[in-house]
Structure formats: structure tokens, C-alpha cells
């Protein structure tokens, strides 16, 4: 999958997802939607930890899909609620909390309590300190 970016220039941080749309971008116009979309989820850690879980309940791993669209979904938005200086600081905590619990919610429903459980603590790791860390 990654062959088609050797020797083309293209670099991507395999980890920073939130940030690299103008780089999928680039990615969608070598690879394809349809293998953009394989290269975008493979390094995810959401994603890696949603088939892991599913495998382990021997689930659907097509429910990983899922699980990472909630996840990242939640995550661009808490990103852009945490840097919004028109909030107080207080008032994006809060919106952040806000998308954390209904994100927890939706992973729930999607893949069960105890299959959603390492999502829901890595997403909480991620966005529990997204206000107070590097966006007073």
C-alpha cells in the first residue's frame, strides 16, 4: 500500500491524523479514495486498538470502521473546541468533556461496554488534557 509514495516526496506523520487533511489530500490523488482511506486508518492507534478488541471478542472487524470514525469525529472536534479563545477556558473544558462522553456513548453502542473499553480510556487519555495542555 505505502509502495506509491516512494520516491514521491510525500511525507505524512503516521500518528497525526487530527491535523493532515491537506496531506491525505495528497494521499487521495496517488492511492486512490479506496486505499486512501487503508492508509489513513493503518497507523491509528483508535483503529489498531478497535480490531485488537474485536479480534479478541471474535467480532466483526469491520465494526473497527466504526469505532474509528466515532473516534476521530470526536477528536477533530475536541480540537477545534479547545482552541476556540472566544470560550473561556472553563466553557471548553466543558464542550470537550461534552464530546468525550457522547463519543464514549456512540463506541458503546457500536461495539458493546467491555469491547469499547480500551477505546474509551485511550480516548479519554487524548482529550482529558486537551484544554489545560497547550491551549489556555
Not at 55 to 63: N, V
Request: hydrophobic residues 40%; glycine residues 8%.
Amino acid at each position: 500500500m505505502f509502495e506509491a509514495l516512494e520516491g514521491s516526496g510525500f511525507s505524512v506523520s503516521p500518528g497525526d491524523w487530527i491535523r493532515r487533511g491537506c496531506a491525505m489530500e495528497q494521499v487521495r490523488k496517488l492511492l486512490g479514495e479506496e486505499r486512501a482511506r487503508e492508509f489513513e486508518k493503518a497507523p491509528d492507534r483508535f483503529y489498531r486498538t478497535a480490531r485488537q478488541a474485536l479480534e479478541a471478542w471474535d467480532l466483526p472487524a469491520e465494526l473497527a470502521d466504526n469505532a474509528w470514525l466515532i473516534c476521530r469525529a470526536a477528536c477533530q472536534a475536541a480540537e477545534r473546541a479547545a482552541q476556540n479563545r472566544a470560550l473561556s477556558v472553563e466553557e471548553r473544558q466543558r464542550q470537550v468533556e461534552a464530546l468525550q462522553m457522547d463519543a464514549e456513548r456512540r463506541l458503546n453502542e457500536v461495539l458493546g461496554e467491555k469491547v469499547a473499553r480500551p477505546l474509551r480510556r485511550g480516548l479519554g487519555f487524548m482529550l482529558g488534557g486537551l484544554v489545560r495542555h497547550g491551549n489556555p
